[in-house]
């Protein structure tokens, strides 16, 4: 009878043990199981040198989403991101999105005006105003090469 109640205690507590794993692994990973408190923005950019999936989205320096996924739209040859934003954030259809660096040589994040002027964007809405990242290495190449052309207006008295 001994045997039994050990391997019944054992059995408990492995059981506990591994629906804590589970517990922390969808709180750590910022993963939802019953619900979804998030809703899902576009935005079009010529370009998204350096930017992934998994990058912040942020509205006056606070985290309010995630870029979910980057994908190519062949009809007008622009890159398409997807962003996962906070359910509770108001996004209106005049908002401009830009790609920033977090510091000199950071992360790229996704930095949101959200506008206020228009309507509220609803779930699956394409935010229209975008800016590019700019493309550091491309301008110290051309600075160091020369490219750059310095200005020769000449002063008239």
Partial sequence: MKKYSIETFVGIFVVIGLLCVAYMTVKLGKV???????????????????????NLVEIDGIEVGRVERLSIDQEKQMAVVELKVRKDIKVYDDAGASIKTAGLIGDKFVKIDPGGAGEILKPGGIITETTSPMDLEELISKYAFGDIKKDDKKETK
């Fill in 32 to 54: 939802s199981i019953f619900g979804d408190d998030y809703y899902l923005l576009y935005a079009r950019f010529a370009s998204v040198s350096g930017l992934r999936a998994g």
